[in-house]
């Protein structure tokens, strides 16, 4: 691997100076304010510089990583090794007829409001849901009887080589909350959904409902990676966890939400490690007490402090 002069000189190469930043504390970038810090954080504005990004990592075999809100990652406090590659500049929506193209970085939400403005109906389900594109397509987010699933055409993604394609929506093998990507290596620049003509007073009913169930249910006022654990067949996370009595628990500055034990919030300057070890808490008492393994939903990416 080359010196860091050098890597940052070739990425100098790609980017403009105030793309790159180096040693950059990652809870200024996750949902849940955890994390320590990339060596390399940079932001991109064009296919070119990601493939681009890409080749220069498979160079030098340094390991990188895609970012999208942080919504749904749980960074470790040793931070994360090597490059890690943020699309927040790419967040163009365009619509033509039916068909909306959403560059990766586009907030969901923004996706499901155009979608309101333009009177199409089919993402009013992504309305609360505060990822990016590339983040909703690689869990196939979803919410309220609707996922990513039911509205993707077709997307275009970089691969691990660089090369730029366009797949159709069957390549990622979307289930529940579920993508190939991670196997893939893909990078997901813009996603085409298609939807359907519908009536503005209609979607904007359906999505103030679902705005209200969210706002009343979700301790949206910490931070928090949502829900935490996948459904487990036969079951409600949630429930599980109240009738273990695991509500307002947790470690540290971590606790389970006691207004949706499904979440565990950042209550109190929590490290990675307190939300962790709180998830393990929950797993163990959960198992304990029902005989019910829980599969996180949330990813838990980078290292161990030293
Ligand atoms: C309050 C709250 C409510 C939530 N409600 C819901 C809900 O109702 N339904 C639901 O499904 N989820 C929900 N979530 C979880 C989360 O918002 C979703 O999983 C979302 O899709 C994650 O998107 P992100 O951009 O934040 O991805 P990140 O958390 O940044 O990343 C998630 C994974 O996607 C990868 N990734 C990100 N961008 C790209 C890209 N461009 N190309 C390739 N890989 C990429 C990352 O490497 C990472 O492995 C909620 C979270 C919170 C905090």
Redesign the pocket.
């Known amino acids: 691997m080359a010196t860091n002069a050098s890597i940052e000189q070739q990425l100098q190469q790609i980017l403009d100076d105030d793309h790159i930043m180096i040693n950059e504390p990652l809870r200024n970038h996750t ?1 849940t304010k955890l994390g320590g810090a990339a060596d390399y954080f940079v932001t991109p504005s064009s296919y070119e510089a990601v493939q681009e990004v890409v080749k220069l990592a498979n160079r030098e075999q340094l390991p990188f ?9 749980i960074v470790k406090d040793g931070g994360i090794r090597g490059i890690i590659l943020s ?1 927040k500049e790419l967040k163009d929506i365009t619509v033509e007829g039916n068909e909306m193209i959403a560059q ?1 970085g586009a907030r ?1 939400i923004d996706v499901s409001y155009r979608a309101l403005d333009e009177q199409l109906t089919g993402l009013e389900f992504a309305c ?5 594109v ?6 196939n ?3 309220y009887g609707g996922e990513i699933k039911d509205v993707l055409k077709e997307a275009v993604v970089v691969d691990p080589d660089g090369n730029l394609l366009t797949l159709s929506a069957d390549a990622f093998d979307l289930q529940y ?1 579920h993508s190939n ?2 196997e893939k290596g ?4 813009e996603a085409l959904f298609v939807l359907k003509p519908g009536q503005y007073d209609n979607i904007k009913a359906v999505v103030d409902d679902l705005t209200y169930k969210r706002e009343s249910k ?1 301790p ?1 006022e910490y931070p ?4 935490v654990f996948k459904r487990p067949p036969g079951y409600f996370a949630g429930k599980l966890i109240q009738d273990s009595h695991l509500q307002g628990k947790g470690v540290g500055g971590a606790e389970v939400s006691t207004k949706h034990a499904g ?1 565990i919030v950042n209550k109190n300057n929590a490290t990675a490690t307190d939300y962790i070890q709180s998830i393990e808490l929950v797993q163990n008492t959960v198992k304990e007490t029902f005989g019910v393994d829980l599969e996180r ?1 949330v ?1 838990i ?1 980078g290292e161990d402090p030293e």
């Open positions: 949902y990583t895609l970012l999208g809100n942080g919504s749904n990652l699309l990766s969901i609360g849901i505060p990822g990016t590339g983040g909703a397509l690689f869990m987010a979803g919410a909350r990507i991670p893909y990078i997901v620049l979700q949206l928090s990676c949502g829900s979440f939903e990813r990416i």
